[in-house]
Nanobody, 121 residues
Framework: QVQLVESGGELVQAGGSLRLSCAVS????????MGWFRQAPGKEREFVGA????????YYVDSVKGRFTISRDNAKNTVYLQMNRLKPEDTAVYYC??????????????WGQGTQVTVSS
């Protein structure tokens, strides 16, 4: 069984930065692709980006390119989402997810509980 726990969400001013962490339990973390999603109030869940198991390939949705960075430390079973130049429209609950196969938006079969990010204007 794989369990994911996000942390790092908080209230931040526009233009600020946050780093979210997602700690993953399970011996096969290094074999999973890891994704980040977000869901704002009244909106559908949005795929933010993902990183392949090796870290060699990373994908970002256009709205966060150049501002967000996904990384992973397989030795620590942790994936990170560094968010810079935050905007009020980045306000959402952020979720990490793990995919045992694939790395597209519909491939994730394990989910964390989410962490709230609020960006004030």
């Amino acid at each position: 069984q794989v369990q994911l726990v996000e942390s790092g969400g908080e209230l931040v001013q526009a233009g600020g930065s946050l780093r979210l962490s997602c700690a993953v339990s399970g011996r096969t973390f290094s074999s999973y692709a890891m994704g980040w999603f977000r869901q704002a109030p009244g909106k559908e869940r949005e795929f933010v980006g993902a990183i392949r198991w090796s870290g060699g390939r990373i994908y970002y949705v256009d709205s966060v390119k150049g501002r967000f960075t996904i990384s992973r430390d397989n030795a620590k079973n942790t994936v990170y989402l560094q968010m810079n130049r935050l905007k009020p429209e980045d306000t959402a609950v952020y979720y990490c997810a793990a995919a045992s196969t694939g790395w597209g938006p519909s491939d994730y079969n394990y989910w964390g509980q989410g962490t709230q990010v609020t960006v004030s204007s």
